[in-house]
């Protein structure tokens, strides 16, 4: 139902916005934020919404990102890292995270209190393959250092740990997407079975500072773009 609205919602847009700008002659690309001289995302849609690809022309790589819907997020954003690739959507829980330099695309999840809207979102910064989702509130919430703990994953012996006072044991497995898709919310972390893995352990309590970046700090999008005048 929520998808039924939101198309025609969508289409009273169209309606309404073609009414003052004229009849839409084909779908607009536009890129909507560089991340260096050789990577970007781009956004082909009306309004600023649509699909999203991510290309880099050194690689050769040109992977859709989200085939609809995706609409620019416009908050401070810094993608640093090459391999480990973290794309907020402006209104909708998370994003998509890549770490493969953007050849596959998996969706992220938020854990902790009160988990936010990307609409609360005050900036999301990646750095040395991980990232820091900053909360309008002061809520700080990052993805795991770049590898796994291989006692978590199939094949490993599990974890022991103590809780409360009693012993307890993570079983082998435990972990399925591995690292980079999950944010906890760094003060949840002693609360959490993750705050026992190897690469959860001494989680970053502020964003770090990104120096000499070559791209961006904010998505750009023109919502006219693609419109012909009466």
């Not at 700008?21 to 309004?47: A, C, M, N, S």
């Not at 989702?133 to 700080?140: A, C, E, P, T, Y």
């Not at 964003?207 to 998505?219: A, F, I, S």
Request: glycine letters at 10%; a negative charge.
């Amino acid at each position: 139902m929520k998808m039924i609205l939101r198309i025609a919602a969508s289409l009273a847009g169209v309606f309404i916005v073609s009414g003052c700008h004229g009849r839409p002659v084909e779908i607009p690309t536009q890129v909507i934020y560089r991340y260096d001289d050789h990577r970007y995302l781009e956004l082909k849609g009306f309004y600023c919404e649509g699909a999203l690809w991510y290309t880099d022309t050194k690689r050769g790589i040109k992977t859709e990102v989200m085939d609809k819907f995706y609409r620019a997020f416009s908050e401070t954003y810094i993608n640093s890292s090459d391999r480990y690739v973290v794309i907020p959507d402006w209104d909708s829980y998370g994003g998509m995270v890549s770490k493969d330099y953007g050849e596959t695309w998996d969706a992220i999840s938020f854990t902790g209190r009160d988990c936010p809207n990307n609409k609360d979102i005050k900036s999301l910064t990646v750095v040395d393959d991980r990232a820091y989702f900053l909360v309008k509130d002061g809520r700080l919430y990052t993805s795991s250092a770049p590898f796994d703990d291989p006692r978590a994953m199939k094949g490993g012996t599990g974890i022991d740990y103590i809780i409360d006072g009693e012993k307890a044991h993570l079983d082998a497995g435990h972990i399925t997407n591995g690292w980079g898709l999950q944010f906890i919310q760094n003060t949840h972390l002693i609360n959490s079975t993750s705050g026992f893995l190897s690469n959860w352990q001494d989680a970053p309590q502020k964003v770090p500072e990104v120096k000499n970046y070559q791209g961006w700090d904010h998505m750009k999008c023109n919502p006219d773009l693609g419109l012909t005048a009466k």
